[in-house]
């Protein structure tokens, strides 16, 4: 399963950005789709995770001004991200976790999206 992630850029402090990260590949059932972000020098951490049952979760840093949603349909993960701070300058990877039919599965990682918050 390949993850394709776009969206990113340079963007002022307080504007936004909307990141996509589209699945392909044998996928029979999308369980958990997340957004994690990784500055210089520091470890990736989880930005925000949706699961198939719509359940959501945010890291404490990004919580009322991020929102993950998804098309199940499309297989697309989307982070609408508002409010950006210069801390959120960060390479977004998204992650997606699932079956492929029968015992199969996967967790598979795009290939990471720059975001810059510069004025």
């Known amino acids: 399963v390949q993850l394709q992630a776009s969206g990113g850029g340079l963007v002022q402090p307080g504007g936004s950005l909307r990141l996509s990260c589209a699945a392909s590949g044998r996928i029979s059932r999308l369980n958990v789709a997340g957004w994690y972000r990784q500055a210089p020098g520091k470890q990736r951490e989880l930005v925000a995770r949706?699961?198939?049952?719509?359940?959501?979760n945010y890291a404490d840093s990004v919580k009322g001004r991020f929102t993950i949603s998804r098309a199940t349909t499309e297989n697309t993960v989307y982070l609408q991200m508002d409010s950006l701070k210069p801390e959120d300058t960060a390479v977004y990877y998204c992650?997606?976790?699932?079956?492929?039919?029968?015992?199969?599965?996967?967790?598979?990682w795009g290939q990471g999206t720059q975001v810059t918050v510069s004025s």
């Open positions: 992650n997606a976790v699932g079956s492929t039919g029968g015992l199969g599965s996967f967790n598979s």
């Open positions: 949706i699961t198939i049952t719509g359940i959501k």
